[in-house]
């Protein structure tokens, strides 16, 4: 009888932190690291080690011992230590798609610098698996994954190696870790072990290895240190083991030489979400929201506002901030961690990621500050003009949109004119008077203090600018009597707009929508539950009923000619904490503030819900109500197209009863928009920070959880997760801040439409809603709105024209992910996405000296001619300046 082949691959997954800090993990990894090469120099036969794809931890080691480097190289490039393809092990549904695409760019080619980078997406304990990840790894140059989660046993066809398919058609071969990463972390040859434990578990990989007779058994675990008497151990199984033969390998041989082996054909799609063999964590997407915002904002600045702002000015002759983008991008991916970005960490740790993120936010501000003002000065300068305002549209289209900024002019009253004088209409929204306060002027009798004039800090919304694309527009700030529109106080219930109308009627807030005559009525309610679950899932308590919210009140209705406002309150009566739900205790106000905004000529409906939360253990929806009657199935986006999604799950009946790990509820991710279409219309969301929903089928509602209050990092036996706690289970941590008893703000957009969406239309309002521009006044009056206003900073610009446009993107039905510059030589990039049914030319124009090229995700030539961009497909797309000279 021919042996079946158990591939043991020693390796350690390497959490960078998790319920202890990342300082406590680099200690551990600098005394394991220093322990496995050693081993590895001295012991022939340990053939290879997997060090968890993850750059970070090496290059974390090698900032404590950094004459190791050439030690390290050699084993890397010898294949006996594998590193990367990852920079972390982000998690793929909770980070934008582009920063999966930096992730692995600074993985592949930081490993490659070591000596090899391990071509296998390796997904060891993410919790859900991306559908475009395939295409990602392909996008790099990888022919295989290794992944654990997200797939059902009926899925596998008896194998566990498979093709694993992206939408735009991309492929990679494919094997699923069934027992997890860790079925070898205990190895041993004694009788016990071999009989009781391992034998079992290789017969059941052999049940669901139909097709081939290579058994993967990872061995390692997390932190773990290095077995050494791995080489014996394997030895001594093969002298007493008479069904397998045992060799210690590495995933690369594995993939290799099962592959060539054999050949797979079960293809499997779309996102993988199983929860029968391992934890998903599906409601992992609503713990600690603070950390999620902060992400979303750190993400727009990098991606949509500071990159492609830099390539505009590299354009022009300025630096390009590679250097501290290369610093800010590594200190998201730290972030972007499983882990992490989950939130499921002790307090320590969480502190740890809002601080990195807080620092991320402020490094974005303060580089775009620099880079504003030097061109701003330069068109000052250049054209003789003062008090200028200057617009930057940061996406690749000519963009007409309502952009919002702040002024300061010494009068109350003034104009915004373009270019060609044409006076521009505005609202202003908030006014207020500053003190100019005093300055110290040096005069041969000493110092004096000379007071300074007061001037105005004016917020305001411009109504539908016309921005060029990738470039910029000036307008001029005039000192003058001309009228502005101010928003005023009306004594109206309901606001409208060209697209909608929407009133407060009796305590509920109606929405109607002035084409179709489409209405919904009482379209927003809140819905509060009690949460005794842990920082990983969200959990029902036992017999507790939804709390939902009653009438509201109106507070005000504000008016003016280019935007409406309305602003009601809500107030929910909630039991403290968990104990007083239990026992029915007295009961706590939770009051949330409501805005509501349209602006002229937006088909958007803008929301705001500003709360202080002091009840714990929680959980905070709203429920939006839309026109579609039991909708069979939601739609959303994730990476570069349309997801559809069931709103029920079939597998949720008898989950118990097949043994799941987990509940499979229909809870899913939001990338950027969620929504519902049906015959009577199609409602859809899109947010900020907010990254869970849920439809409610029968309620026809759409359930956005705005936040989740808990206080364990893990709990024993969910309603929705029995058995051991997650996390750590050998010890209680508490986790106090993640009550988040704090004030918040929760942002999204809703559209309302009596027709089916097309995908250009939804992602065309995902952009319109981000603002995908940033503002930048030549003033002298305050120097604290912008914190480097206030320093001297060199002016390298000496001439820049009023109007500016690198390049533009002609067709509708294409889409941005990045622009940016190149990450090893100072060419531009654009990745672009097609997200239809059918494939597209891409056109683009310009008037600069610009020539472009195909680039894979590596950013390397590929040798492929320009070809139309596949239907839910994308490009990379090089952009070649007439003199690369590194400026």
């Known amino acids: 009888m021919t042996k079946k082949r158990v591939y043991v691959v020693p390796h350690s997954h390497w959490d960078r932190e998790w319920y202890f800090t990342i300082e406590d993990s680099n200690i551990l990894l600098a005394e394991n690291m220093d322990h496995l090469i050693h081993l590895l120099e001295n012991n022939e036969d340990y053939h290879g080690y997997v060090f968890d794809a993850q750059l970070s931890i090496v290059e974390e080691y090698l900032k404590v011992r950094p004459l ?132 079992p578990m290789l017969e059941k990989l052999a049940k669901l290895n139909r097709d081939t007779n290579h058994l993967l058994l990872p061995a390692g675990g997390d932190q773990v240190l290095v077995r050494d008497h791995f080489p014996e151990t394997i030895n001594k199984l093969n002298e007493k083991d008479d069904t ?31 929860t029968e063999n391992s934890r998903i964590h599906r409601t992992i997407k609503s713990q600690r929201y603070d950390i999620k915002k902060l992400n979303h904002i750190a993400e727009h600045k990098i991606i949509n506002q500071l990159e492609p702002l830099a390539l505009i000015g590299q354009s022009v002759g300025l630096r390009y901030p590679q250097e501290w983008l290369d610093l800010m991008w590594k200190e998201l991916f730290d972030v972007h961690a499983h882990d992490s970005i989950g939130g499921c960490n002790s307090d320590d740790t969480n502190q740890d990621i809002v601080k990195r993120l807080v620092k991320v936010n402020r490094q974005a501000d303060g580089l775009m500050n620099v880079i504003k003002k030097q061109m701003t000065s330069a068109v000052s300068e250049s054209q003789q003009m003062e008090d200028i305002l200057l617009i930057f549209n940061t996406l690749p289209k000519p963009h007409t949109t309502s952009v919002s900024t702040v002024l300061f002019t010494r009068s109350k009253e003034f104009s915004i004119q373009t270019v060609t004088h044409e006076t521009l209409p505005f609202t202003i929204t908030k006014q207020e008077y500053l003190s100019g306060g005093k300055k110290i002027v040096v005069t041969a009798d000493g110092d004096k203090e000379v007071e300074i004039p007061g001037y105005y800090r004016t917020e305001l919304l411009l109504a539908e600018v016309k921005i060029p694309s990738l470039g910029y527009t000036t307008l001029q700030v005039v000192n003058d009597t001309n009228p502005s529109y101010q928003l005023e106080q009306s004594e109206d219930s309901s606001i409208q ?7 407060l009627e009796n305590g509920r807030l109606n929405l109607k929508e002035l084409a179709a005559e489409l209405s ?23 017999g507790d009923l939804p709390i939902l919210s009653g009438k509201a009140s109106l507070e005000f209705v504000n008016k003016s000619e280019h935007v409406e406002k309305m602003v009601i309150k809500h107030h929910l009566s909630l039991p403290p904490d968990l104990e007083s739900r239990k026992n029915n205790g007295p009961h706590e106000t939770l009051s949330i503030e409501t805005h509501v905004e349209l602006r002229k000529d ?85 947010t900020k920070g907010l990254k869970e929903y849920e439809v409610l089928k029968h309620e026809g509602q759409l359930a956005l959880t705005l936040y989740r209050s808990v206080g364990l990092l893990g709990r024993d036996d969910l309603l929705w997760r029995p058995g051991r706690a997650s996390g750590i289970n050998n010890k209680v941590v508490t986790t106090p801040d993640a009550q988040m008893q704090e004030t918040m703000s929760f942002e999204y957009a809703l559209s309302l439409s009596g027709n089916t969406g097309t995908e250009t239309e939804y992602f065309e309002l995902a952009d319109r809603y981000l603002e995908r521009y940033v503002t930048y006044q030549h003033q002298s009056l305050n120097t604290f709105e912008e914190r480097l206003d206030r320093f001297e900073i060199p002016q390298p610009l000496s001439s820049l024209p009023l109007e500016y446009s690198l390049l533009a993107i002609e067709n509708k039905d294409v889409f941005v992910s990045t622009v940016k510059r190149a ?24 008037e600069q000296p610009l020539s472009f090229d195909t680039v894979n995700l590596a950013e390397e030539k590929t040798e492929k001619d320009a070809a139309p961009i596949l239907s839910k497909g994308y490009q990379t797309i090089c952009i070649h300046f007439e003199e690369e000279n590194g400026k």
Request: no cysteine; proline share 5%.
């Open 823 to 846: 990450h090893e030589k100072p060419s531009g990039i654009m990745r672009v996405f097609n997200p239809t049914s059918s494939p597209v030319d891409l056109k683009l124009s310009t």
């Open 68 to 199: 190791q480097f050439q030690r390290l190289r050699q084993l890397v490039e010898a294949k006996r230590i594998f590193v990367g393809p990852w920079y972390t092990q982000a998690d793929s549904l909770l980070v934008h798609k582009e920063s999966l695409v930096r992730n692995l760019l600074y993985g592949v080619k930081g490993s490659k610098r070591l000596g090899h980078s391990m071509n296998i997406g390796y997904l060891p304990d993410i919790f859900g698996q991306n559908r475009y990840l395939p295409s990602i790894f392909k996008g790099f140059g990888m022919d295989y994954a290794i992944l654990q989660r997200g797939l059902y046993t009926d899925e596998l066809d008896e194998n566990l190696n498979f093709i694993w398919g992206s939408p735009d058609g991309a492929q990679v071969q494919a094997n699923l870790i069934h027992l997890g990463y860790g079925p070898g972390k205990f190895l041993s040859s004694d009788e016990e072990f071999h009989k009781g434990r391992l034998q």
């Open 520 to 542: 919904v009525n009482d379209f927003i309610q809140f819905e509060d539950t009690a949460d005794a679950g842990d920082s990983y899932d969200y959990s029902p308590l036992p």
């Open 602 to 686: 937006e088909p958007l409906v803008r929301v705001e819900h500003k709360l202080d939360n002091q009840i714990k253990d929680h959980r905070v929806r709203v429920l939006l109500k839309t026109p579609v009657h039991e909708p069979k199935e939601s739609f959303g986006d994730q990476g570069y197209s349309l997801i559809h999604r069931s709103t029920e799950e079939p597998r949720l009946k008898d989950w118990r009863e097949n043994g799941y790990k987990e509940a499979p509820v229909p809870i899913y991710t939001i990338e950027q928009f969620a929504g519902v279409s049906g015959e009577a219309g199609t409602m859809a969301a899109f």
């Open 497 to 503: 707009n060209e697209f909608f109308e929407i009133s």
């Open 244 to 274: 397998y033969e045992y060799v210690l390998s590495d995933y690369e041989t594995y993939m290799n030489e099962t592959w060539n082996d054999q050949s797979f054909d079960h293809m499997i799609e779309g996102e993988l979400l199983a």
